[in-house]
């Protein structure tokens, strides 16, 4: 199964531990933005480069698995997804972005999106839930 992992650029060890994770499980990630990082302050060039890189990474997943908080890529990417029917996985280790209140996003309540709260240390529930997901045949 293909998966993209988005989030904000300062959460790239968390997005490492999640890819690492799911690697070892036998999932294959789309695209690593982590590779390069931060890409704001090159040159137009590149920051088009590795947009469409994104967008491409973002689109050819079968699920996207979006770690809150993210930025305003990360809710970029949600909304690619969510535009081409993806499922979306939201994990966050504070429900708070799950309910009702100022954390939370209308689309985070998508039909197509499921929660999990877990610590990074336990992504067991992360698995579980891509593995249900595989199952269904994305």
Not at 93 to 122: I, L
Request: glycine share 8%.
């Amino acid at each position: 199964m293909n998966i993209y992992i988005a989030t904000s650029l300062n959460k790239a060890s968390d997005h490492n531990r999640v890819r690492d994770t799911l690697l070892n499980g036998g999932y294959h990630l789309t695209y690593d933005w982590t590779v390069h990082g931060s890409v704001k302050e090159t040159t137009t060039a590149r920051l088009s480069e590795v947009a469409s890189n994104e967008v491409r990474g973002v689109l050819s997943a079968d699920v996207l698995v979006v770690l809150l908080p993210g930025g305003h890529g990360t809710h970029t990417e949600l909304g690619m997804a969510l535009g081409s029917g993806m499922p979306v996985i939201l994990h966050s280790t504070d429900p708070c972005y799950f309910e009702p209140g100022p954390s939370t996003n209308a689309f985070y309540h998508h039909e197509s999106v499921h929660h999990v709260v877990s610590p990074y240390e336990d992504l067991s529930l992360l698995l579980e839930k891509l593995n249900s997901l595989r199952c269904v045949d994305v």
